[in-house]
């Protein structure tokens, strides 16, 4: 069974850090890229960053260029969203995702289309 699965979310404070984990199982997470998207309440899912499988190529949204890392460790089939400088305009739903043939540069803006395998999701809310 394909199976992804976040957490790391929580409540943080403005400036605080976060680290989303994005743990897969039934498949080699190494053979596809992955993608972290977020929805705010009453938005649109929108693309936050992405990996390629084949040479770690990423691309980042502009909002969060400078303060969110993209990783990925094979060995664990586990990807990982480092989120420094938290800002409470961040207050979403993550969710990673796993698409196959994609190539993840600054070319490129993530469209939910392009991935096959979702995660359910963890909340990160940035308030004072």
């Known amino acids: 069974q394909v199976q992804l699965v976040e957490s790391g979310g929580g409540l943080v404070q403005p400036g605080d850090s976060l680290k989303l984990s994005c743990a897969a199982s039934?498949?080699?997470?190494?053979?596809?890229?992955i993608g972290w998207f977020r929805q705010a309440p009453g938005k649109e899912r929108e693309g936050v960053s992405c990996i390629s499988s084949s040479d770690g190529s990423t691309y980042y949204k502009d909002s969060v260029k400078g303060r969110f890392t993209i990783s990925r460790d094979n060995a664990r089939n586990t990807a990982y969203l480092q989120m420094n400088s938290l800002k409470p305009e961040d207050t979403a739903v993550y969710y990673c995702?796993?698409?196959?043939?994609?190539?993840?540069?600054?070319?490129?803006?993530?469209?939910?289309?392009?991935?096959?395998?979702w995660g359910q999701g963890t909340q990160v809310t940035v308030s004072s």
């Open positions: 995702a796993a698409g196959d043939s994609l190539y993840c540069d600054e070319t490129y803006s993530p469209d939910t289309r392009d991935f096959g395998s």
């Open positions: 039934g498949f080699v997470l190494d053979y596809y890229a």
